[in-house]
């Protein structure tokens, strides 16, 4: 259900305005990105010239200065076109929310500089040996004088590979555990800041996903966010506010599916009828309607909550984990309504299934949600 009775005449006018741009700039192309595995930085250059690569960033800064449900409808659309396409986008917002929680004026201008004018941002937390423990980080930062001279490996890096600009989290203090990582704005032109091994993945294919290898980098002092020994915190309360716009990526490839198998089932004839008009397969698209609806609803209600400076781990986690279990079923189903053409390459929507499994995974997986909510559930009165 595409029906948005609450939104103001510029939110309409918004996604409007970014629908036409996905089916024109994104749709056409997105199987040959997921072929080719590649970041298209020539659209990606036409979505800057929209402004679109800084949605939430505010205008003093250069950017759209959207609040975040706004920033989740476009997310949606573009999650229509190619999942993959939107969170490479995307990340530059996740990098800015790491910005907004601990930067300042002076560290958000030199974000600005790099990302406005078309640079990609990335966030850098995950390493191999942590994974989702994210507390178990072996990067280091050692302050030397007026600089932190920065080590370490960081693995699965959203724009890792063409990133202009990093936020980087590394441990000030490894005695102190998670109480001693801290945060960093890293440029990438800064000697010793180099890409790794680039991930040949299942899905969302467009989007760059490599290590971020960190081999004696100097950055000044001024580039810490916040002070020493809040980088955890930074990490998770980043990744709260950043889950409704990338739930919304998923949000809009359920659509898309979903669109897929009522267009395709009202032309294919089986039985001496479309597949539409056999209950099995119209009530399996009723389904696949009833719960792309009901993430859309949840995502848009944390995106809302936010905007209004209500900040809930539990309810992002909730929105977060129910879009991407949801989005596997629905694009299996897809796949079903399809039949012999769902799993076939010429048709869109076995992409649609192998772009959905990294939303159960990634930005903490579905387990990790849980453990979040089910805490939550335990602190409850
Ligand atoms: C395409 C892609 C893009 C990514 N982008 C970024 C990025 O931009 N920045 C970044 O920092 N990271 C990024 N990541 C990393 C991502 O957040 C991690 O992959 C994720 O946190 C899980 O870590 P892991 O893959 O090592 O899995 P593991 O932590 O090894 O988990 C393996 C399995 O064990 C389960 N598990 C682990 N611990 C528990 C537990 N306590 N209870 C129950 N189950 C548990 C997990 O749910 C999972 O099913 C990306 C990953 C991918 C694949």
Known sequence: MRKQYLLTDDQKDLQL??????????????AIWDEKGEFPIGTYRKAVEMGLHVTELPEKFGGMGLNHLTDCLIMEEMGYGDAGFALS???????YAAMV????DEQMKIFADIVVPGGLAAFAL?????????????????????????????AFITNGGNADVYIVFAMTDPEMGVRGMSAFLVERSRVGVSVGA??????IRASNTSEVVFQDVRVPADHLLGAEGFGFLIAMQTLDRSRPAGSSVVVGLCQRALDECVAYSKERVVFGRPISKHQAVSFTMADMEIQTEVA??????????????????????????FAGDIAMKVTCDAIQVLGGYGYSRDYPVEKLMRDAKIFQIFEGTNQIQRIVISSALMKAK
């Open 126 to 154: 995950t390493e191999a040996q942590g994974g989702s423990d994210a507390s178990n980080c072996k990067t280091t930062a050692v302050k030397i004088g007026n600089e932190y001279i920065i080590n370490g490996t960081k």
């Open 89 to 95: 986008i995307g990340t530059n917002m996740l990098a």
């Open 296 to 321: 859309r609803r949840m995502v848009h209600y944390s995106a809302q909550l936010m905007d209004n400076g209500i900040f809930d781990s539990e309810v992002s986690a909730v929105a977060k984990t």
């Open 101 to 104: 929680i601990a930067g300042s």
């Open 17 to 30: 305005m970014v629908r036409e741009f996905v089916a024109k700039e994104i749709i056409p192309y997105a």
């Open 198 to 203: 680039h991930e040949n993945k299942m899905g």
